[in-house]
């Protein structure tokens, strides 16, 4: 089982140099808002994909006055993954020492969940949204769906620069699209495959944290082009609309992950509380998925489990994390919300070694 057992942060946001040894079970960051606890969940997660769940901007992430944000971590199984985040040069990506090319091999040895407020955006934001976390589960489940992703992303980029020539170049037009159609093809089949699997599990974990509403909820997956319609016919039916936009309007590049309920979006039925147990129930069952389908570990960024849940709802969300037996970082401004005596009978199954607890003040986090 890989788990983090020692991190290092320098030069990120508002966090003091950061060397600390960690619990392999459930890690607690308590303090005051804009101490900094979020920032070392964002640190973890910075490592493991390259990006901010945060904010898409580099500049805020390094330490005002520093040039660059470094990261390092050692797991429990011996690997050592380091990242160096610079406002001038490229980033610095490494693997037991050695220089990575792209996150593949990082995102596969440290796959990782956050249930945090920006996972609300599965709910009330774009398709993007939905798209990003349906293939992260596709990419650590379903072998071969990376392949095809690029070969798709690729043919799209050539078929998109076709579309906005001043003369369309048809020849080469049909050799991207048969490109992009195979392509398209694999990568549709393999969301499909995957959602196939993901789904009982989700009907099991919102079961266990609220389950009134399984009844009614739909997930529904549409797949960017017309059910029962071949993409190769699509395409050359909106091939005007196409050239007039200068982009593909068909395709797994538009897919979606409609969460429904009674046909209508979730997000303008449920109350915040119920879409914080939806969003949760949908993380932890990619998270589990990837567990029982590979044996391998995930680990579980929780920022901020009380606001916006109930005590009741809340151990139910943290029983239900508990029962994982994956390693959890959890923040929280006051530790009394998460260690109230309900709730505290959660940590009774686990001995005293198996949590740490953390008190960040001003960017410094002591234990």
């Known amino acids: 089982m890989s788990r983090i057992e020692k991190l290092t942060v320098t030069g990120l946001r508002n966090l003091a140099d950061v060397a600390i040894e960690l619990s392999s079970r459930v890690n607690i960051f308590h303090g005051e808002n804009g101490s900094g606890k979020t920032s070392l969940l964002e640190a973890i997660h910075l490592l493991s994909s390259g990006r901010s769940f945060r904010s898409a901007k580099l500049d805020p992430l390094i330490t005002h006055g520093l040039e660059e944000a470094v990261v390092f971590t050692q797991l429990s199984d011996g690997l050592r993954i380091g990242l160096a985040k610079s406002r001038r040069r490229r980033h610095q990506l490494r693997l037991q020492e050695e220089t990575q090319r792209n996150w593949e091999s990082v995102a596969r040895s440290l796959p990782l969940q956050t249930i945090d407020s920006t996972a609300f955006q599965l709910l009330e934001g774009g398709p993007k949204a939905r798209r990003r976390f349906l293939d992260w589960g596709v990419f650590h489940v379903e072998h071969g769906f990376l392949s095809a992703w690029r070969d798709s992303k690729k043919s799209l980029a050539n078929r998109n620069a076709l579309l906005k020539a001043p003369r ?102 449920l109350s915040r509380g119920q879409q914080k147990i939806l969003v949760s129930a949908l993380k932890i069952a990619q998270g589990r998925l990837l567990s029982e389908s590979l044996g391998i570990d995930c680990l579980y960024l929780i920022d901020d489990l009380p606001s916006e849940l109930d005590p009741e709802n809340r151990a139910r969300v943290f029983a239900t994390l508990l029962s994982l037996n994956a390693q959890l970082f959890v923040t929280c401004v006051e530790l009394e919300s998460l260690l109230l005596a309900k709730e505290g009978e959660l940590f009774s199954a686990l001995a005293p070694s198996e949590i740490a607890q953390f008190h960040v003040e001003h960017g410094r986090i002591t234990a």
């Open 168 to 269: 369309l170049d048809k020849p080469q037009l049909e050799a991207w699209d048969r490109e992009f159609v195979a392509a398209s093809v694999k990568v549709d089949a393999h969301r499909s495959a995957y959602l196939e699997r993901f789904l009982p599990v989700f009907d099991e974990v919102y079961t266990q944290l609220e389950g009134s509403h399984l009844g009614t909820l739909e997930i529904r997956y549409d797949r960017g082009w017309a059910e029962g319609s071949a993409l190769h016919d699509e395409l050359r039916r909106t091939l005007d609309t196409d050239r007039r936009y200068g982009s593909t309007q068909l395709g797994p590049q538009r897919a979606d992950l409609l969460l429904l309920l009674d046909r209508t979006p979730a997000a303008d039925v």
